[in-house]
């Protein structure tokens, strides 16, 4: 897949374009996957007889997840495209939300929390406030989102 064919023309990256909300979408739904689980850890903890301590270091895996992949693959989209990364984020979205649901060990739930991190790092809306090919208008509610994510206020 060729640079050129991801990057859409100015016109389609308008605010309440399609472009503009499938990426407002897309990255709500990445983003909300990532916080879905917080609930069933009171119910994981009781189950798996686990201390405070433990169910702290599974929330810090999500953040190993998020910058490793950060690190690791920051610029992968530059390479191959940024259609390509958003479905492995919603792959790795789905697939957190997989392990979560059927996790029946401690082992288990780090996966899933790693998988969550790795969905959140790969974000469609990750890059595209420093990005040159979508640049919402000032005052446009994807403006707001962008410059939101930027400083970490939509973060779980």
Known sequence: MSRESDTAD?????????????????????????????PLYAIYSARLSLSPLTVTVIYAVYAVGVLGTL?????????VGRRAVVLAAIAFSALSGLVF??????????????????????????????????????????GALSSMTAVGAVEP
């Open 71 to 79: 690190q690791v693959f920051g610029r992968l989209s530059d390479h």
């Open 10 to 38: 100015p016109s389609a990256a308008r605010p309440g374009s399609r472009h503009s909300l499938l990426v407002t979408y897309l990255f709500t739904a990445v983003m909300v996957s990532t916080t879905l689980p917080t």
């Open 101 to 142: 649901v059927t996790t029946d060990s401690l082992v288990w739930l780090f996966v899933g929390r790693f998988v969550s991190g790795i969905s959140a790092g790969r974000s469609p809306a990750r890059r595209p406030p420093t990005s040159g090919s979508w640049r919402p208008r000032a005052g446009s509610a994807a």
